[in-house]
T-cell receptor
């Protein structure tokens, strides 16, 4: 069995300040972990993925995440928030490298204040 | 390259009716997965099809069904609609190679409202 817990349902930051979205995972198997972003009335877009290679993963739009097995965490960070980053973010786990069945966290709504 | 296309984008149905949603995957993708997104339950996996066969199924009642055609296009059907079926239904396609991760690409979804 596998699951993810997103520790914050809402996060607000000011434009230009760092972003931290927290995610803890649970998996009986070696997990693959991802962050997806969903803008209003849009589909889901993959930000970045961890699939057992480098533990520090860089994604699109300046986002990155670090896989920490000892802490079962996969937190998403960005050094400087932009207004266009305002969206809902989902932490996702899947077994192995399969894209076929994704288990989503409950989502974190990011608000970026001017 | 065209993305994942879901039709229709919006639907309003009455309780007790049935509905069919369509998903056209990215050209060359053979795996299609369906997800239900609601404010209360979040994003939940419905089922996944590969080469016209259902390979995985989530924890949904039998009123939810699907199929995949030889051109990889997929449909999902919900019979005897209930108010709780109101949701955004998302389709994702992927290459589904065994040897390495292949990204899941999502469509914009079909917004189903049951009244």
């Amino acid at each position: 069995a596998q699951s993810v817990t997103q520790l914050d349902s809402h996060v607000s930051v000011s434009e230009g300040t760092p972003v931290l979205l927290r995610c803890n995972y649970s998996s009986s198997y070696s997990p693959s972990l991802f962050w997806y972003v969903q803008h209003p009335n849009k589909g889901l877009q993959l930000l970045l993925k961890y699939t057992s290679a480098a533990t520090l993963v860089k994604g699109i739009n300046g986002f990155e995440a670090e896989f920490k097995k000892s802490e079962t965490s996969f937190h998403l960070t960005k050094p400087s928030a932009h207004m266009s980053d305002a969206a809902e973010y989902f932490c996702v786990v899947t077994r192995g490298g399969s894209a076929r069945q994704l288990t989503f966290g409950s989502g974190t709504q990011l608000t970026v204040l001017p | 390259k065209a993305g994942v296309t879901q039709t229709p984008r919006y639907l309003i149905k009455t309780r007790g009716q049935q509905v069919t949603l369509s998903c056209s995957p990215i050209s060359g993708h053979r795996s299609v997965s369906w997800y239900q997104q609601t404010p209360g339950q979040g994003l939940q996996f419905l089922f996944e099809y590969f080469s016209e066969t259902q390979r995985n199924k989530g924890n949904f009642p039998g009123r939810f069904s699907g199929r995949q055609f030889s051109n990889s296009r997929s449909e999902m059907n919900v019979s005897t609609l209930e108010l709780g079926d109101s949701a955004l239904y998302l389709c994702a396609s992927s290459l589904a190679r065994q040897a390495r991760w292949t990204e899941a690409f999502f469509g914009q979804g079909t917004r189903l409202t049951v009244v």
